[in-house]
């Protein structure tokens, strides 16, 4: 029958050649195959990455565990506005709002501060939005940290005592990245 | 034979055994690190130095797991099948000859489980009572799957023993014996050159190491266990222990069949210059010339087992390299392509022996 | 007698009752091998070691694993053995113990030759000595038998080829 669009290639099975009918001079092409693998894998490096010890890098834009910062002079910065549980789209945090006493202006910046803040990481997609609904820069997704696994369901509920950054300005960082001991040492005399 | 004598042979017959677990152990190691290398992997490097403790991981894993016996299924013959598999498989290691003989004062001890004069037959015999370990196991399962993987065995095994029999009797023909210590002692004569039979025999040694990899259920001719099918062939409702018999079992066979085929075709426990290096040792160094035999044998021993992991790395290499044939090419490789060879090469050194080429 | 040649025996005698009394035709079939197994224990002990081997490769290896090939696959069980008729049993009673009778009456006054132990040859049964035997004395019957097998090994080739235009995927 003639093809219609006259593109068709007409393939034609040609009887296999004595050496294909034999058959084994391709297993030795497929065993030499194998076997410049087996010298490639033997000599050079390989790439599988052995974990625990070897990690992958991450990518600067890597959104990952997240923390609650502090400003320049080590107080927390969250005011419990409530827009990043607003924002949140999995509904992963929850937050209790509580009026700064007399004598806590070293420890919070605004007047009014979470009491409590917990984030769910079971429930969190780790989107970003709660970092760009923030007015008061203080809660960011860290480029270096992952939520690892645990045993627990419980366990993944994140409060303050894990979100919250260190005080010291070598444990601090910025954008999620760690300080370098100059960034701290900077840090260090600004608060001083 | 002397008690002195039964007792030294009796600590070759435990020593045998015991390097038949041994390797059968590190086999599954090697396939691991092997199969890896060849795919551009690390393998298994957690448990010990380069994961050398790896074999220890995998057997405690296996004697903890759970004893499972399927519904409906025949108890006696499901234990049975596993026992059977390994019994063969270790029964058929005791003619191979390791290595020539140690000598010291009077006492000479030969490298070799037992010296029987039908060592070939024996080995054949007990390989042909293997497949029962894999059809009673099967059977006994009570399930479709392990049926079918018991009955690909059994003709499998009984296609694959046929060529590789009638590739055999070409050896046979040369050697005029079926003792395998006396066909290894043939392949090489001190002073003169004598080939091992790998070059009189080219044929008859591609045959024998493709129904080698028939007979050891062993991929490209892993039809019984084919998991693409069959789930996972005759040992699908075998767990923990059992299962690892299966498995082991596997491993012996192979390296069985590795020992054979280097005794047959690459002259055993014989190396090049062995003759001339004892020699060497007795005129040039002193030595008496039984140190030097002891010293020889020693050598000689170590080459059977280079020869072995040469071979059991091939095995691997060739599992890890080629796809799984299909059951009916499978059938007619062995009869319509493997047998008539055979036969072509009985003829081809019926003529060379009678015109003098070989002997 | 030495205890080895009572105790193959004896194993041989309870399995042979084994292959006849076992209802699971399977467990007949091992019972059988069994039994091929104590019978090459016998070549042993005469000293014939070739025929051991050749036993336990062509009956215990080769033609009962066919056996079992085929009972596995018709799936025998005592639910699908049809029921006898009592006349069926009565008969074949009869018919066996005729035979046993014959048999009775045949061996009743055979004594065997014996064999003298001063100039007995050990190495009657050795590879070399039955080839010896084969070749010269019995070369024709030999040669006849081997070519039987051949035809039949060439037509099951034969049967196995693809025929032209066959194609099976």
């Known amino acids: 029958m003639e093809s219609l669009s006259k593109r068709a290639k007409v393939l034609t099975k040609k009887p296999m050649t004595l050496a294909e009918r034999a058959y084994l001079p391709a297993i030795f092409q497929g065993l030499s195959i194998t076997m410049q693998h087996f010298f490639r894998a033997a000599t050079k490096k390989q790439v599988t990455i052995r974990y625990p010890e070897e990690t992958r890098p991450f990518s600067p834009v890597f959104r990952g565990l997240h923390v609650l910062k502090r400003d320049e002079k080590g107080r927390e910065r969250c005011t419990a506005c409530g827009l990043c549980a607003v924002a949140c789209p999995a509904e992963a945090i929850t937050m209790v709002a509580g009026e700064r006493k007399k004598g806590e202006e070293g420890l919070y910046r605004e007047e009014k501060y979470a009491v409590s803040y917990e984030i769910n990481m079971l429930r969190c997609i780790f989107c970003g939005l709660c970092e760009e609904a923030c007015p008061k820069a203080a809660v960011y997704l860290q480029a270096d940290k992952m939520a690892p696994p645990r045993f627990e369901r419980d366990e993944f509920i994140y409060g303050k005592d894990r979100l919250v950054e260190p005080v010291s300005p070598d444990l601090r960082s910025k954008r999620g990245i760690q300080l370098t001991p100059e960034q701290a040492a900077t840090l260090r005399t600004q608060t001083a | 034979m002397t008690l002195e004598t039964l007792g030294w042979q009796g600590l070759v017959i435990l020593v045998v055994f015991g390097l038949s677990l041994l390797i059968a152990t590190y086999c599954t190691y090697a396939e691991r690190v092997i199969a890896a290398f060849l795919q551009d992997r690390v393998g298994p490097d957690r448990a010990g130095p380069f994961g050398l403790a790896q074999p220890l991981a995998d057997a405690v ?27 063969t498989a270790l029964m058929s290691s005791a003619v191979i000859p390791f290595g020539n003989f140690l000598q010291f004062g009077s006492t000479v001890v030969h490298l070799q489980g037992i010296e029987i004069n039908v060592g070939m037959l024996y080995v054949f015999g007990i390989v042909s009572l293997g497949v029962y370990g894999i059809m009673i196991g099967g059977w006994a399962s009570n399930n479709k799957f392990s049926l079918l993987g018991a009955i690909r065995a059994a003709s499998q095994n009984i296609s694959y023993e046929l060529a590789m029999g009638l590739a055999l009797i070409a050896v046979l023909m040369m050697s005029g014996t079926l003792s395998l210590r006396e066909i290894t002692l043939q392949q090489s004569v001190a002073g003169e050159w004598h080939f091992w039979n790998v070059v009189k025999q080219p044929l008859g040694f591609i045959i024998f190491i493709v129904c080698a990899f028939a007979e050891t259920n062993r991929t490209p001719f892993d039809l019984p266990e084919c998991e693409t099918e069959l789930v996972g062939g005759y040992h699908t409702e075998y767990s923990s222990m059992k299962l690892g018999l299966y498995l082991f079992a596997e491993y012996i066979n192979v390296f069985v069949a590795s020992a054979v085929m280097s005794v047959l075709y690459f002259g055993g426990f014989n190396f090049p210059f062995q003759y001339e290096l004892r020699d060497w040792l007795v005129s040039s160094r002193g030595m008496e010339l039984v140190t030097a035999q002891n010293i020889i044998t020693i050598l000689g021993a170590v080459g059977v087992f280079l020869k072995i992991f040469a071979f059991i790395f091939f095995f691997m290499w060739v599992r890890w390299t080629l796809p799984r044939f299909r059951y009916d090419q499978l059938m007619r490789l062995g009869w319509t392509i493997l047998i008539p060879l055979a036969i072509f090469n009985i003829l081809l050194t019926g003529g060379l022996i009678t015109f003098g080429v070989i002997k | ?71 596995m696959f018709l799936n025998l069980n005592e639910d699908t053995e049809p029921h006898k008729p009592a006349l069926a049993k009565f008969a074949a009673a009869i018919a066996g113990g005729s035979l046993l009778l014959i048999l009775v009456a045949a061996l009743r006054n055979v004594s065997p030759a014996g064999y003298d132990p001063a100039n007995f040859d050990s190495q009657i049964g050795m590879v070399d000595r039955l080839g010896m035997v084969l070749f010269r004395d019995y070369a024709l019957p030999f040669e006849l038998a081997s070519v039987l097998l051949l035809a039949a090994m060439v037509g099951s080739v034969m049967l196995g080829k693809r025929e032209t235009g066959e194609r099976n995927f």
């Open chain 3, 1 to 71: 007698m030495s205890p080895l040649f009572l105790f193959l025996s004896f194993v041989a005698l309870l399995s042979a009752l084994g292959v006849v009394l076992a209802k699971n035709p399977v467990h007949s079939v091992l019972f059988l091998i069994l039994t091929f197994f104590t019978l090459s224990g016998h070549y042993l002990l005469l000293n014939a070691q070739f025929l051991a081997a050749v036993n336990i490769i062509v009956y215990a290896g080769a033609i009962m694993v066919l056996f079992l090939f085929v009972i």
């Open chain 2, 61 to 87: 894993k296996m004697f903890t797991k759970e004893e499972f016996f399927p519904a409906g299924a025949n108890r006696a013959l499901f234990i049975f099948g596993p026992c059977l598999a390994m019994i």
